[in-house]
């Protein structure tokens, strides 16, 4: 008790340079919080972003993940509709299984006949009703974006495309797509090979579904939402057609993908891709109630799988498999993190242990004085430990409040930012409610530097001759 | 009380030398010492005698290049270095000439830190250092910190600290020569009364011809060797013995 009462006082009586010292750790805590919670928010917020429109984890065909990209169709999953519904039924995934619903990747050409314009899509097919409640997803309590266009209640037939999409097929200006001005072609242009093809599929559209299939034109004039024909391989290799109606482009993150992105309804891109035959799908995604259930859960699957489909070669895959930029992206704030927590536990370091250095020499004659009286070596050592433990204390206490309150005005003034691969602007959060470990792991870790700052110093006090201590002038 | 007639302090054949850059400088050649028990006893000699290595050998706070130094029937040699702090502890206090009271602890806390080092329990040392304090007429002034206090009283707090725990010896190196000519008497009066009751050996290096007329025993130092020593009878110091008998009830010592 005494030398914690000594330590304080001692730091008290050179209050300018306890105050740089405390300010110096103070400052690199709430440095590192800060910096830690915007990391959370990156982390969670792209988490979120992804189970919302993948889930947790995905079963597929077990080669889809590297080759589907060339003819998903090719690798769907037989009979998914009961392997979903033993997902559904089973005790064990009761109460960790928040949505389990398939999904249909395929690729196919989208064409605006009129405006002679054709491209390349990757079509993405849902349950609106689960893609509704996927997208209600949120365990980390993140800031939401927009609203984000689902297709639930939209008609049978409807379909959203990447702003991309939209651009290269002209139809910025019924879907008040922005920033989209009309492209100058070239005066001795070839015959654009995209117009064949446009007439091509309208010419198919017309004939295979002829009610469904009004001129997109009129649609469009009438005040409606514009029509798109879109081309695609079914599984037997014929092509088929059908007719969309566009109802949002939504921008993607990536302008790759903005550029190939449609969405449409699981049971029309079926009958696109799958015609009479039985439907599939090339996925069906799962998403569980909290993150940290995925082992759990993925194991179960495994078993489901053994037990409902052991015919298919099935494989689970989380969402960090599939979405390696997550990681990546993630790993690359652990660095930065990392970086700079080493900066400012290097000046700490450096902060504190001049202040302690400073201190032992002016106090040489004290030391020598109170090693005469009768305290050990390792007395005197941990007294300047002990006012080291104290600075890294206060200071570390210091910069959580400040990091806390920093935070709380960030928060509430509402900023908003564009993560990388993300199509909406979201709210800039530094996210340190729920931070336990950050929060203590940063106070804990800056109290270790400010200690071990303070052993040199202390360490060289202790060993301190007695009669030139006394006689130190 | 019994006095005890033990040496407080008995030295054969000490030497002691300090190394300047390269060269190796003598200080203490060969002395043979003996410090008597409950006396008052003065180290004289010019600047550069040997005195004050001779109060830091025999206050444990130094050690010999040669020779065997006993302090209150210890011989203090083999100690390691927490042992001996925590025979200082236990045998030694100490004055300095510029007091060294310790600036964040108020006079009370000054004199009580000692005891804390050496465990004694609160009631004990609160007794203790409130007796001190009425004992050197600081009762009033507890609570004031070093830089508060007078050059006078600032020597005072450290004579309290430097009893607080009953030591055999008490090692006082020019205990006088930072006060003005009446604080260092009535200093010089107070540690003289404080030796007369409590029997405590009180170990000087002065020049103050005041301490130096107090002094029971007398021992001049030159060149780093004992010139001569002077003793007194040490019956007043007996008589006074039992004067502290009715000064401290139940404790012959503070």
Redesign the interface.
Known sequence: M?DLL?AA??L??NRRRSFAALFALALGAAAILLFGGYRANIEYTMLTAYVRDGGHLQVQHRDFFLYGSGNPTLYGIADYAALIEAIRADEQLRGLVAVATPKLQFGGIASNFEADVSRPVAGLALVPADQRRLREWNEFGVAESAQQFTLEGAPADGAVIGTGVARVLQLCAPLRVADCPTPQRQPEAPADPGEAIAADIAALAARAAPAASPAASPAAAAGGPPRIELLAATAGGAPNVVSLQVMKAERQGFKEVDEIFLLMQLAQAQRLVYGRAPPRATAIVVQVERTAQIPQVAQRLHELIARSAPQQPLAVLDFRQLNPFFVQTVQMFDTIFAFVFALMAIIVLFTVGHAMSTSVTERT??I????????????VQRLFVIEGALLGAVGALAGVVAAVLIATVVNALGLTWLPPGSGHPLPLQLMLQGQGPLIAGTALGLFAIAVASAWWPAYRASRLV??DA?RHV | MTASTEPVALLSGVSKSYRLDDVRVPVLDGIDLLVRPGQFTVLLGPSGSGKTTLLNLIGCIDRPDAGQVVVAGQDVGPLSDDLLADFRARHIGFIFQNFNLLPVLSAYENIEYPMLLAGLGARTRGERAARLLRAVGLAEHGAKLPGQLSGGQRQRVAIARALGLRPRLVIADEPTANLDSRTGEAILALMRDMQRRWQISFLFSSHDRNVIRAADDTIKLRDGAIQGIRRRDPAPAAEAAAEAADTLPGEGRP
């Open positions: 005494i000594l006082r001692n008290l009586r004659v004290e020598g004085t109170v090693r005469a009286m009768g305290l050990r070596r390792s007395g007695i009669v006394l």
